[in-house]
T-cell receptor, first 112, second 109 residues
């Protein structure tokens, strides 16, 4: 069965370190998204991609970057982790012209 | 002002009651609206989507859009303890979704 997987499920890192969160989907979806979810703010869009080599900034992109070298993967990199980036991160994918996002199970990141 | 606003709850109801959830949105350009359900420590899953105004039913769930009032509603009939979750509304633009903050619902047996 097709799926979308995120790794790791939990991570603790120190302030200033570079961290990469993985997202892998086997739906063959062109569109992939990264959101963070925080109490009081809901899901906020960090970065998104509409296809290979395409990346775009969302509403909370500062301090984050993504790259899309193939259809299946959209890794999210925190260039220099900050305590404000402690959050739960969700990756999602969708087919073109389809708003039925499929979400991963999330990565809980703690920056100490 | 956030583009999509939801009351965070929690909303607590007895089993069998009707759950009524609402969202308001601020931009009239959007045509598609969705409801997602999120269980604790899980990713959101699509529950229903609607286009334009009117009602859409799917089993015990009814989604309603009132574009004149910029109001989106979700009704859950005969609520079950398994309906206890956070419900997020979303509106679509291009291929992107903008989410409300979510309403936590607790259905007590």
């Amino acid at each position: 069965d097709a799926e979308i997987t995120q790794s790791p499920r939990h991570k603790i890192t120190e302030t200033g370190r570079q961290v990469t969160l993985a997202c892998h989907q086997t739906w063959n979806h062109n569109n992939m998204f990264w959101y963070r979810q925080d109490l009081g703010h809901g899901l906020r869009l960090i970065h998104y991609s509409y296809g290979v080599q395409d990346t775009n900034k969302g509403e909370v992109s500062d301090g984050y970057s993504v790259s899309r070298s193939n259809t299946e993967d959209l890794p999210l990199t925190l260039e220099s982790a900050a305590s404000s980036q402690t959050s739960v991160y969700f990756c999602a994918s969708s087919a073109d012209n389809n708003y039925g996002y499929t979400f991963g199970s999330g990565t809980r990141l703690t920056v100490v | 002002q956030k583009e999509v606003e939801q009351d965070p709850g929690p909303l607590s109801v007895p089993e069998g009651a009707i759950v009524s959830l609402n969202c308001t949105y601020s931009n009239s350009a959007f045509q598609y609206f969705m409801w997602y359900r999120q269980y604790s420590r899980k990713g959101p899953e699509l529950l229903m989507y609607t286009y334009s105004s009117g009602n859409k039913e799917d089993g015990r769930f009814t989604a309603q859009v009132d574009k004149s009032s910029k109001y989106i509603s979700l009704f859950i009939r005969d609520s079950q303890p398994s309906d206890s979750a956070t419900y997020l509304c979303a509106k679509a633009a291009g291929n992107k979704l903008t989410f409300g903050g979510g309403t936590r619902v607790l259905v007590k047996p």
